[in-house]
């Protein structure tokens, strides 16, 4: 497994500063949580190596993948295509490719749209294709923003179970408002407030308070977060 992490990590963009006092990233799929404006999105592009920190340094950069929120896929190839000319651009030897591409299309569920053009695909199976994309390097630390965004209730369920597959064998880190999804798949969540990066908490242990609590999602991460529970 590749090693992402950070220490005492400055990101200031214009007036707003990101502060991360300590990142790690497990197996599994991590959720970042917070409002519109948090740092969610400067925290991702941070580890990625995409925005570069005012201090400290993020080892592991060059070991991830990152899916921005405004990903679109918008191509006339179809799908078996698209991923196969993605794998070439991305480095993976020739030798290589027809595996790599054939694991990314069984991992995300895409293997009978193979021959489909990308751009037929409705709206859940191209946010697919673009995830198959992120997963093409073998190994990597896989970095999503939004990752359904502007899906539907089904589609984005069908999104959230796959990344949770997903992280049985690679680190996924997904930054996301959706609470409820984020409560119910996620097996750690890392939330963020005004700028500041908080602690890891196990998912288990936020299902368990959240199942006691009697509010809705929304309102139990935002508790939660104001009273540190998940700091």
Not at 27 to 37: E, I, Q, R, Y
Not at 163 to 179: F, I
Request: glycine residues 10%; charged residues 20%.
């Amino acid at each position: 497994m590749r090693e992402l992490s950070a220490t005492e990590l400055v990101v200031r963009r214009g007036s707003f500063e990101l502060y991360c006092p300590a990142w790690t990233t497990d197996l599994g799929l991590t959720a970042v949580v917070g409002l519109n404006g948090a740092g969610k999105s400067t925290l991702l592009l941070a580890l990625a190596g995409v925005l570069h920190p005012d201090v400290g340094q993020v080892i592991g950069a060059t070991e991830t993948v990152l899916l921005p929120q405004e990903a679109n896929v918008r191509t006339s190839l179809k799908v078996g295509e698209y991923l196969a000319y993605l794998a070439m651009l991305r480095g993976i030897p020739r030798r290589d490719r027809a595996q790599a591409v054939e694991a990314a299309l069984t991992q995300c569920g895409l293997r009978g749209k193979v021959d489909m053009k990308v751009s037929k695909l409705s709206g859940g199976w191209q946010r697919r294709v673009a995830i198959a994309q992120a997963l093409l390097v073998r190994g990597r630390v896989a970095l999503l923003d939004e990752p359904t965004v502007s899906l539907d209730v089904s589609a984005s369920r069908s999104v959230w179970q796959l990344l949770q597959e997903t992280g049985q064998n690679r680190p996924v880190v997904v930054a996301s408002h959706e609470a409820s999804a984020v409560l119910e798949f996620a097996d750690s969540i890392i939330p963020v407030s005004n700028g500041v990066v908080g602690s890891s908490i196990p998912g288990h242990k936020l299902r368990t308070a959240y199942a006691d609590s009697g509010l809705s999602p929304e309102a139990f991460l935002l508790a939660a977060m104001a009273s540190g529970e998940a700091a």
